[in-house]
Every structure is written in C-alpha cells, then in structure tokens.
C-alpha cells in the first residue's frame, strides 16, 4: 500500500513543473501573446476540460481553474495546473449559478486534489453561442473573480472554439493567446485538427469515386451506342433514296418507298409500291 502511494505522489510530481519556475516545453494557442500577463495551461487539464465540455451541449456548465501566478520578465504568468468542475449547479442554456452547495463542494475539492494551488478563474460552456462575456458573465468575474490574477475561459462545444479572459487596466479583455505546457520531453498533442468530411450515407468516399467512374463508361458506352445506331440510320436513309432513284429510272414516274412498318399477320413482307398512271 505505502509503496502504491509512493508512486502516486511520484508520478504527480513528475506531470508538475517545479514551483516557482515557468514552463519550458510549451505550445502556443491563437495569436501572439501582447499583453503583460501569459496564461499556462497543463496538457493534463486542458484535456480534462474537453472531455468535460464535450456533451454539455444543451445547457451551461462549469467549474473552477486552479494552479498559481508567478511574476517574472515583468509580466503576470498564470499557471493552470487543475480543473473542478462545478456540481450542483443552477443551469439553462444561456445561464450557469454556482449555488452554495456548488462553492461548498469545489472548497472541498480543492483542499483535497490540489492543496497547495488557488482558484484562479472559472470556466463555463456556450453551447453554440459563441466565444464571449454576457454581462451575466461580467457580473460573475466582478463579483467572484475580480482578483487581477483571475481569469474566465469560454468554451463553445458545438462550434469547437474557446477563449480566455483577463484583467487589464481594470477591464475584463479577450486573451489573444496561450501556452499548453508539460513536463519535459513530452510530447503535447493538442493543436487543433482539421475535421474529415463525412462519408456519404451508405458508403465510402473510395465506394463513391468508383460509382463515378463506372457511370462515366456507362454514359461514355451509350452516347458510343447512340452514334452507331444514328450512322446506321443515316446509312439506311440513303439507300432508300438510291431505290428510289433507281425505280424512278425503271418505270419512269415517281415511285414512293414506305418505311418497314410493325408487320400484321397479312401484312406482306415486300416493300409498298404506289405507282402513279
């Protein structure tokens, strides 16, 4: 038993960075970061949160960021390096309130998994509404997150975007980036891919381009069919035209060559000849 827990505790201090020390093997997210503060998240939690957030897609759900700030370079870095979501909640699809029972079990959470880190920030769900701050959302970060250290992150799980949000000069602002971090020498696989197309219904996409190309011989057979049979035509036209002449030549007036017609049981197999006199 003292021997699990020993490397337990191990294997948590190998996924930490060490305190007080900002993250080496890292990963940019969106654009250049500008502002006085960067934002770090562990590949760990990041992943946590998406496959938290991943089905919450008719209501709003939630929880708190937790981890530590450390000042360095002249700028404010927020290390997240935990993620509790948040129970007992009051939720609708527009609307997320952490109740009583909610701070009390995100309270007892914390002191239990992450001793030693502080509540850095909350993050909610917009279920395909969008990456922004409802003024719901500002009054939450006013009221529960107004700490120039604490952030808010918006996730959309329909539309597959998301966005952090930070104090600066007194106003909650859209960060332009961030920084997915882990120990080092492994290998942080999280930048973002591009969705395969759906495969046809009842089908691969291999099964459709081989449909396409028999229907190409298929029409390129019948217009080859279409032609013959017009040549063909064309040919028997101008034979019928030659009897014609030559009859003309026999009798000396104009002799009429009816087309085959559907034979009837008396029909006669020799061609009708209307001779004029």
């Given amino acids: 038993m003292a021997k699990k827990q020993k490397n337990k505790a191990g294997k948590k201090a190998a996924e930490a960075v060490p305190e007080n020390a900002l993250p080496q093997n890292i990963v940019a997210m969106g654009e250049h970061i500008e502002e006085n503060k960067n934002i770090y998240i562990s590949q760990r939690t990041y992943?946590?949160?998406h496959r938290f957030t991943k089905d919450k897609t008719t209501t709003e759900s939630g929880g708190v960021l937790v981890g530590r700030v450390i000042e360095e370079f002249g700028k404010t870095n927020i290390i997240i390096n935990g993620f509790i979501e948040g129970k007992h909640c009051e939720a609708t699809p527009t609307t997320l309130k952490f109740t009583h029972e909610t701070w009390e079990q995100i309270h007892a959470d914390l002191q239990k998994k992450y001793p030693d880190e502080k509540i850095l920030g909350w993050i909610h769900t917009h279920p395909d509404f969008g990456i922004f701050l409802s003024e719901y959302d500002k009054f939450i970060q006013s009221n529960f997150f107004n700490g120039e250290d604490q952030i808010a992150y918006v996730i959309?799980?329909?539309?597959?975007?998301?966005?952090?949000?930070?104090?600066?000069n007194g106003n909650i602002e859209r960060c332009k980036g961030f920084y997915v971090f882990d120990k080092t020498g492994t290998k942080i696989t999280v930048a973002e891919e591009p969705e395969p197309e759906p495969a046809p219904a009842g089908g691969s996409t291999l099964g459709l381009k081989i449909a396409c190309a028999v229907m190409a011989v298929v029409m390129a057979v019948m217009m080859f069919m279409l032609f013959t049979q017009k040549a063909a035509i064309d040919r028997l036209e101008n034979t019928v035209q030659q009897q014609q002449m030559y009859l003309n030549m026999i009798f000396g007036q104009q002799v009429v060559i009816e087309p085959e017609q559907s034979a009837s049981p008396d029909a006669s197999a020799e061609p009708t000849q209307n001779v004029g006199g």
């Fill in 156 to 168: 959309d799980p329909i539309q597959h975007i998301e966005g952090f949000y930070f104090w600066i």
């Fill in 47 to 49: 992943k946590a949160i």
